[in-house]
């Protein structure tokens, strides 16, 4: 697969993230090696292939409230092939990285694990548009979002990090509001914090030259799921520093139509009040630069906005296969009892 990128930046020439066009070399539509499978009854895999070949490793089932006031997950923790190699994370791509300017950073690494998933066997990359979005830390705490590429356009906020790294693969996502959507959900249980590459990335968070967690959106849970970096998440945890994160999501661009008539009424109300500012009416002052120029591109940006849309593969599994699985997993936990949560949607 062909992978081409640009850089994306807001109109105040802050970099953004990448915009990415993938491209099979054949102009097909194949299946990426980690991917979404929707079946029967809303009944959702995100499975990855095997290195070796045969039936793919599910790495979580996933179903929808028959309400659709939110979602079951069940975790699965088999260990599987890393999308991102660990070579293109190497003490010396690391050291590079770190003595960039902080404006620069980001926008480097987004690069590096671009052309690692491109090039990796375990990409969830296929055909089609896609962004990888820049969200940092808001002022050294732990609230994180990219901020707006325009103004009318979302400001993709990530939610519960601190609690991103469960060891329940049991889990619930309340779309009501009780629970946090936008949130982190981890792909494994957590590695110890003795483990040698936790923390060797607590040493790196220390000196401030910790890598990105990679995450994808995953618009059907209205959640987001580690990619790569559990441990470096986890290290950023223990020595309390706040980490950046890349957001890979397919997307599309919803066209957007001005309505004349009401542009042609905000221009005469704009021309009014200069006029009236002009002649030193009482009450009224000039409209600051900033608030008119807002006002102007609400009123006259035509320009589509980018949407997140999560793609998934049709199973032709039965319903009770999934269920099965399901079954079979948390009987292995000791919660058989919540079966009939997943099989009943409710």
């Known amino acids: 697969m062909s992978v081409y990128w640009k850089d994306i930046e807001t109109d105040a020439g802050r970099w953004f993230g ?16 980690l991917r979404l ?29 028959g309400n659709y006031y939110g979602v079951l997950l069940l975790r699965s923790d088999a260990p599987v092939e890393p999308p991102v190699p660990a070579s293109a994370l190497d003490s010396a791509v690391v050291e590079r990285h770190a003595a960039l300017p902080e404006p620069q950073r980001l926008a480097s690494w987004s690069r590096v694990f671009t052309q690692a998933l491109s090039d990796g066997p ?12 820049g969200v940092r830390p808001r002022a050294d705490t732990w609230k994180f979002e990219a901020g707006k590429l325009r103004l009318n356009h979302w400001n993709w ?31 494994r249980a957590p590695s110890s914090s003795d483990d040698g590459r936790v923390k060797w990335w607590r040493k790196k968070a220390r000196e401030g030259a ?6 994808w959106r995953l618009d059907c849970l209205q959640a987001y799921v580690i990619v790569d970096g559990h441990d470096r998440l986890q290290a950023a945890l223990l020595e309390d520093r706040p980490p950046d ?34 002649a ?13 120029n807002s006002t102007l591109i609400s009123a006259f940006d035509d ?33 058989s009892e919540l079966f009939w949560e997943f099989e009943a949607r409710r």
């Open 18 to 33: 990448l915009a990415l066009e993938c491209r099979e070399d054949d102009g097909g539509h194949r299946k990426p090696a």
């Open 37 to 65: 499978e929707s079946g029967h009854n809303a009944r959702i895999r995100l499975v990855q292939d095997r290195a070796g070949g045969g039936e793919p490793v599910t790495r979580l089932w996933a179903t929808p409230l």
């Open 122 to 133: 375990a990409s969830f990359l296929h055909a089609g548009m896609w962004m990888f979005i």
């Open 157 to 187: 906020p990530v939610n519960g990090v601190r609690d991103a790294l469960r060891d329940d693969p049991v889990l619930f996502i309340d779309w009501g509001g009780q629970y946090p959507i936008d949130q982190v959900l981890n792909l």
């Open 210 to 215: 910790l890598p990105p967690i990679v995450l």
């Open 245 to 278: 994160f890349l957001v890979a999501c397919s997307a599309y661009e919803h066209p957007v139509e001005r309505d004349p008539v009401s542009q042609q009424a905000m221009m005469a109300s704009l021309q009014r009040h200069a006029s009236e500012v002009a």
């Open 280 to 292: 030193n009416m009482p009450g009224r002052k000039a409209i600051a630069t900033d608030s008119l």
């Open 303 to 335: 320009r589509p906005i980018v949407m997140p849309r999560t793609y998934a593969w049709a199973s032709r599994r039965p319903e009770s296969e999934w269920l099965a699985e399901v079954e079979a997993r948390l009987a292995a936990l000791g919660r």
